[in-house]
Each structure stands twice: as structure tokens, then as C-alpha cells.
């Protein structure tokens, strides 16, 4: 029993060395892409490009559904293109509330009307 535990232990070891670095590599390049999707965004908003807006806010929002600046961000192009923002958004209010990033976005898009 104790050599099957301490095999099981070295297994495990080896699948975190292995697996770990991958896990940073994944996560460095998510913060690589989301720091590209919001310039993206930006750039599109800047020069009117709404449905371009819109599809760097709903990647930004498939990368972390609940994130407020994502939603500010969709419901401001949607916004800005006339489309009505769809109901799976949902109203400021139900947005994520733990940052003051969070905060900030949720109280702009209140301060826009959006779900008032």
C-alpha cells in the first residue's frame, strides 16, 4: 500500500510539472488576446464601426461571461448601432459588483439609462 501511494504521489507530481506551465502559458495568452480585444473594440467604436464593436464585446464576454466592462462595452455599441440589447445581459443591477472596476462600469451604464 505504501509503494502504490508514494507511485501515485510521483505520478501526480510529474502531471502538475507538466500540466502547470501550460496553465500560465494559456492564461498569459487570454490576457494577451483580451488586451487586444478591447483596443479592437476601441478602434471600431472610434471610427464608427459598430458591428465590429460588438463582435470584439461578445468575444471579450465569451472569454468571461460575467465581466461589467465587456457588458458596458456590448450594451454600449448596441447602443450606439440601434440594435436593442438582448435580455441575457440583463440590467446593470445584476452585473458583477465586487470591483471598483466593476462599480464603474455598472454605474456608467446606469448613468447611460440602460436598465433604468
Request: cysteine-free; glycine content about 6%.
Amino acid at each position: 500500500m505504501h509503494k502504490r501511494r508514494k507511485y501515485l504521489e510521483y505520478i501526480f507530481s510529474l502531471s502538475i510539472l507538466f500540466f502547470l506551465p501550460s496553465l500560465v502559458y494559456a492564461s498569459q495568452d487570454v490576457v494577451e488576446e483580451w488586451k487586444n480585444l478591447i483596443e479592437n473594440y476601441k478602434t471600431h467604436m472610434v471610427v464608427g464601426e459598430w458591428n465590429g464593436a460588438i463582435q470584439s464585446a461578445e468575444r471579450l464576454l465569451d472569454l468571461d461571461p460575467s465581466d461589467s466592462e465587456a457588458k458596458f462595452y456590448l450594451v454600449y455599441a448596441l447602443k450606439k448601432s440601434g440594435v436593442s440589447v438582448p435580455n441575457w445581459v440583463g440590467p446593470p443591477s445584476s452585473w458583477a459588483y465586487g470591483s471598483v472596476n466593476d462599480r464603474f462600469y455598472v454605474n456608467l451604464a446606469k448613468d447611460m439609462g440602460f436598465g433604468s
